[in-house]
């Protein structure tokens, strides 16, 4: 059994920052790549940013120059720093990981269940 349990969401006013931790725990084998997803009301849950195992990293939209992201390969770890934060920030965030666990010899994805980030004033 695979888990990823997200971390530090929450409210923050705009131009804030607010750092995002998803910790992998359970028959973790080896991870590919983690990432960072985002869904507003309304809208698609879309690619916020993703790192390799190599740390090779990728961003997506208004997340570029803003939000940093990192990882603790020995902890199973995704961070994600979030600079400069806006209304339009606002979303659930899931974690992502394309892993494998002990055993199998197949990647597949798993999610966290979310945290919620508002910013607002």
């Known amino acids: 059994q695979v888990q990823l349990v997200e971390s530090g969401g929450g409210l923050v006013q705009p131009g804030g920052s607010l750092r995002l931790s998803c910790a992998g725990s359970?028959?973790?084998?080896?991870?590919?790549?983690m990432g960072w997803y985002r869904q507003a009301p309304g809208k698609e849950r879309e690619l916020v940013a993703h790192i390799t195992s190599g740390g090779s990293t990728e961003y997506t939209g208004s997340a570029k120059g803003r939000f940093t992201i990192s990882r603790d390969n020995a902890k199973d770890t995704v961070y994600l720093q979030m600079n400069s934060l806006k209304p339009e920030d606002t979303a659930v965030y899931y974690c992502n990981a394309r892993l494998r666990t002990s055993g199998s010899s197949w990647y597949k994805d798993y999610w966290g269940q979310g945290t919620q980030v508002t910013v607002s004033s």
């Open positions: 359970g028959s973790i084998f080896s991870i590919n790549y």
